[in-house]
Each structure stands twice: as structure tokens, then as C-alpha cells.
């Protein structure tokens, strides 16, 4: 079997975001991390190899050379290829062309099961993975917490309001992990020194068959037109004096400031 790793480098949860004077994100001094709904597919990838044996799992990303970091993470976790998109004319586009890109390049490898998060958290779009599978023509199932595969089929439970929802499909299919599917290790010492002889192919837009106009922000449908941080919030009112009075003066300011009663 062979199992695609669709993976997002992203802005550590804990880092905290500064714009320039042009509102554009301060990337400087700021910590990188392999999205945490992409450590619980690439998880889940490696367990399935843990359970089925003869596995090759191959981990797609996107982005400038500093991915490798994360990409060789994955390596070290337990992932047996991986690839990186590396080409200036791909960035600056929108889920779609990420999309196209991604697809083209799963095209040229064997595939039976792709892996995804369920939404990187720095766009929180979700898009993605569903585009591929789209654009491959495969079925799909999203935010699962519990996979079973077995011979070309698999089973794929998903949290629904009701309880919980289990869809079974063919393979080549697709799939998206969401929280609870699995708790992502840690690279051990012998997986990360394994992790530097294992395979990290670079591509371009070249080696994908695509033309310019197909790809980053040539070939986006959604624009960015400006970036801006939330507006501060405002200090909280302690009340001080007596219960009674307290009571009646929250209700008034909930009434006439904050207009919510």
C-alpha cells in the first residue's frame, strides 16, 4: 500500500503574530511548526504501516526550503519519502491553485490512501485536502477520529451531532484527520539520524506540466487585499461594594453598555 501525507508548515499556536508597516506578517524570530491536524494524519499513516506491514508512506508539502525542517520531522516520525514544491511561481495563490499543484504532483506517484488534516490553523480554510480529492476524482471523507483499513477498503468514523457516523469506501480515496484520531509521537534519536539518508525530492513548476497561469497567485480565484490584527480588547470593570448594589449595577451596564439584556 501506499499512503500520501498531505503536510502545511504553520506558525507555532503559541507565537505571536506582529504586522510591518505595510500589514504585512513579521516572519522574522518566529517558531515553525508541521500543522497539528497534518502530525495526526501523518500519525495515522505510520500506525496503519505498523499494522499492515508493507506500507511506503510519502509526505507532499508546499513552500520556501525552510519546510524541509518539518518535512525531515516527518522523516524522523517514521514517513519513508517525502517531497517539497519548491518554486517561487507557486506561492502567493489561494486554495485552489495549492490544490492544483499538490494533485499534479500526487499524479505521478502510486497512491491508495492520502491523508490530510482537517484545516491548517494559520488560514483555517479547511479546502484543501477536499480540492484534491476533487480534482483526483477520489472519494473523500473529513473530519474522521478513527480509521480502519483493511485489504481495498476502508472504514472512516466522524463525530456527527447524533453520535458517531461511519462511512466505508474504496480505495484510492482520500481522508482528513481531525482531533482524537490519534496522539502524534515524538522522533526518536535512531528515526532522526535515519531521517537524513531518506529521500527529500525537491520539484518546480517544471517538473509538474503546469503552466504559470495555472498556479500561485497567476491562477488564484481569491485575492488577499489587506491584513490587519484584531482590534485590543477593553481592560475589564471590577464592581466593588456591596452584593445588592453590585447586582443592580451589572444589570444596568448590561442593559445600556453592553446591550446585551
Request: hydrophobic share 45%; no cysteine.
Amino acid at each position: 500500500m501506499n499512503i500520501i501525507v498531505l503536510l502545511k508548515q504553520t506558525f507555532d499556536t503559541e507565537a505571536k503574530i506582529q504586522l510591518d508597516s505595510n500589514n504585512n506578517v513579521i516572519t522574522d524570530n518566529i517558531q515553525y511548526i508541521i500543522n497539528p491536524y497534518d502530525e495526526f494524519a501523518l500519525e495515522e499513516a505510520i500506525r496503519i504501516k505498523e499494522k499492515l506491514g508493507d506500507v511506503i508512506i510519502t509526505v507532499v508539502s508546499m513552500g520556501p526550503r525552510k519546510v524541509e525542517e518539518a518535512l525531515r520531522q516527518a522523516l524522523a516520525m517514521g514517513a519513508d519519502k517525502s517531497i517539497l514544491l519548491n518554486d517561487e511561481v507557486l506561492f502567493g495563490g489561494d486554495e485552489h491553485t495549492a490544490a492544483v499543484a499538490l494533485s499534479q504532483t500526487i499524479k505521478q506517484i502510486p497512491y491508495d490512501l492520502i491523508i490530510g488534516g482537517q484545516v491548517a490553523i494559520d488560514d483555517g480554510s479547511g479546502q484543501v485536502a477536499i480540492r484534491v480529492a476533487e480534482i483526483l476524482d477520489i472519494p473523500q471523507v473529513n473530519l474522521v477520529t478513527k480509521l480502519d483499513v483493511e485489504n481495498n477498503k476502508l472504514a472512516a468514523h466522524r463525530q456527527v451531532e447524533v453520535g458517531t457516523e461511519v462511512i466505508e469506501v474504496f480505495l484510492p480515496a482520500m481522508i482528513t484527520a481531525q482531533k482524537g484520531l490519534n496522539e502524534p509521537r515524538y522522533p526518536a534519536l535512531k528515526g532522526i539520524m535515519q531521517a537524513k539518508k531518506k529521500e527529500l525530492k525537491i520539484l518546480g513548476l517544471a517538473d509538474l506540466g503546469l503552466t504559470e497561469n495555472q498556479v500561485g497567485s497567476n491562477g488564484a480565484n481569491l485575492k488577499v487585499i489587506s491584513t490587519f490584527l484584531p482590534a485590543p480588547r477593553n481592560a475589564g470593570r471590577i464592581l466593588s461594594g456591596e452584593i445588592s448594589e453590585n447586582v443592580q449595577e451589572l444589570v444596568r451596564l448590561l442593559r445600556e453598555e453592553a446591550k446585551i439584556i
